[in-house]
């Protein structure tokens, strides 16, 4: 049940008085998840913008959104921290960079501590 002009992810819009008009969807692509060794990841202590609060932040992850979530599920379970995912980063509540930084590496990344 495949509609070929589905309206519903069209973004704004509405409609066209053009008689051979095509909306064309784009296309998302995801870039392929690198395999850890070649991921270059950076491990920081950021509070601006958190009300003061301390998070330690992983930056540099290139791949797709399920791997970043699987990633960043697998360091919150860990650490014992809540956490959560996005735009490439990796927040996990408090001042954990040591832990998180032994436990990359030991998972095969690249990690290094900066900032």
């Given at each position: 049940?495949?509609?070929?002009?589905?309206?519903?992810?069209?973004?704004?819009?509405?409609?066209?008085?053009?008689?051979?008009?095509?909306?064309?969807?784009?296309?998302n692509e995801e870039a392929?998840?690198?395999?850890?060794q070649q991921q270059n990841?950076?491990?920081?202590?950021?509070?601006?913008?958190?009300?003061?609060?301390?998070?330690?932040?992983?930056?540099?992850?290139?791949?797709?959104?399920?791997?970043?979530?699987?990633?960043?599920?697998?360091?919150?379970?860990?650490?014992?921290?809540?956490?959560?995912?996005?735009?490439?980063?990796?927040?996990?509540?408090?001042d954990v960079r040591d832990?998180?930084?032994?436990?990359?590496?030991?998972?095969?990344?690249?990690?290094?501590?900066?900032?």
């Amino acid at each position: 049940m495949s509609k070929k002009n589905d309206w519903k992810k069209r973004d704004g819009i509405v409609y066209s008085t053009s008689s051979d008009f095509e909306y064309s969807y784009q296309q998302n692509e995801e870039a392929a998840t690198l395999p850890p060794q070649q991921q270059n990841l950076k491990v920081m202590l950021d509070k601006s913008g958190r009300a003061g609060k301390q998070v330690t932040l992983v930056s540099g992850f290139v791949g797709t959104a399920a791997d970043l979530e699987s990633l960043t599920k697998t360091i919150k379970t860990k650490c014992g921290v809540g956490g959560s995912s996005k735009d490439g980063e990796i927040l996990i509540q408090g001042d954990v960079r040591d832990k998180v930084v032994q436990l990359l590496v030991k998972e095969g990344y690249k990690a290094k501590r900066s900032g």
